[in-house]
């Protein structure tokens, strides 16, 4: 039976900050500890329900910020660059599900802990076919084009109820309770580590509940951008693409991963 963990960074528990998550800045390194830490009581807890095959995909920036020596020896580490539409190296349809965690609500969730939508800079919000989409939705399309129902979330409390209504069936646990975009209560590290195991047996004994996610073509892509001349700079650049608005561009694909693609360009 095998898994697929992908990791984010912003749902951890005990981050808050943007000075916890980037490589230089103060308090990076003691994130990286808490982030191999909770990745390795999910590890743990896979094995312990069963896992013969767990496949961990550090997701968050550059993709190198797990402490490689620590993770847990059941772990099989999926790294290097790949394009964001396509980035979970090994992935195919022998899953049994995925995991997410450490994840974060959609750019432009009120009262959420560092929310946004892959890029801080440049995307105020994604729509595909009329609805807001954020990373979970997306990581969930990516993992269901193989079959593969993603079973558990974790992160803030408004992240485990984006995942619930975007993907219907899903485990969740929460890591903090957020009350804005720097501001939360948060359960402390040692307490997540010691619950977090039990969510994922529990997701993992009830799997059959939990469906691939997808949505129908054909495609579009609704891009807010943060900036006009973000979207000036793509409105001409090929066909399928129109001008959603001053800062908003629509793209049109009948392929998911090809419209992907073309939106993370
Ligand atoms: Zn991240």
Request: negative net charge; glycine residues 10%; hydrophobic residues 40%.
């Amino acid at each position: 039976m095998k898994f697929y963990v992908s990791v984010d960074m912003e749902g951890i528990a005990g981050i808050l900050f943007k000075e916890q998550i980037y490589r230089n800045e103060t308090f990076y390194e003691e994130s990286r500890r808490l982030l191999t830490d909770e990745v390795n009581a999910v590890v743990e807890a896979l094995v312990q329900a069963g896992a013969t095959e767990i496949v961990v995909k550090d997701a968050h920036a550059s993709g190198f910020n797990l402490l490689y020596g620590s993770l847990h020896p059941a772990a099989t580490l999926a790294a290097g660059a790949l394009p964001l539409a396509n980035r979970f190296a090994g992935l195919d349809e022998t899953f049994a599900g995925a995991l997410l965690i450490g994840y974060h609500a959609m750019a432009g969730t009120r009262g959420a802990i560092l929310e946004h939508t892959f890029s801080y800079a440049d995307i105020l919000e994604l729509a595909l076919n009329g609805e807001p989409i954020g990373e979970i939705g997306i990581d969930a399309l990516l993992f269901g084009r193989f079959g593969v129902p993603v079973l558990f979330v974790s992160g803030d409390d408004k992240t485990c109820a984006e995942a619930q209504r975007q993907l219907g069936t899903v485990f969740t646990y929460e890591t903090k309770q957020a009350t804005g975009r720097h501001s939360g209560l948060l359960k402390a590290p040692r307490r997540v580590l010691a619950e977090i195991g039990e969510s994922v047996k529990e997701a993992v004994g009830r799997r059959s509940e939990c469906k691939p996610y997808a949505i129908p073509g054909p495609y579009e892509m609704r891009i807010e951008y943060t900036s006009t001349n973000l979207a000036d700079a793509r409105e001409l650049e090929s066909d399928g693409v129109r001008r959603a608005g001053g800062r908003a561009l629509a793209l049109r694909d009948d392929d998911l991963l090809r419209l992907l693609a073309r939106t993370f360009k």
